[in-house]
């Protein structure tokens, strides 16, 4: 089985067009992918269905990405421990116009990686399949 199928991505992004595109193409790699216009939207569908990993921009209206990302390394589930673990360690993969300045964000919040705009797809690509391996 490739490693895509059965792998659930949540692109977070108020970028319609952004996460259209990015949803087939994911989608053509073998991913299952939902998005989300905010981290409140975003948050929600975590809690229903907790992704495999997660592509967030920052800056997005009502619920920004730094705040969904904060919420989620800080997950607390006192009646399934084994679900809180999961959340709180799903790869992040940030989705960003500020290029370089994503690095203090990377060390501070947890990020797995951050990839600059325009998306280099064969570069996401990679970056993807590394962070689900490990």
Known sequence: MPPALGKHI??????????EVLKARLETFGYQVSTAANGREGWQMVLMTP???VLLDIR?????GYTFLRKLRSFRDPEDTSRE???RKTPVIVITGL???MKSLF???MISAYITKPIDSALLKKLIEEKLKS
């Open 10 to 19: 949540l692109i977070l992004d108020d970028e319609v067009s952004l996460c």
């Open 51 to 53: 992704p495999d990993l």
């Open 60 to 64: 997005m209206p009502e619920e920004d």
């Open 85 to 87: 673990e999961r959340l």
């Open 99 to 101: 290029g370089e300045g």
């Open 107 to 109: 060390e501070q919040e």
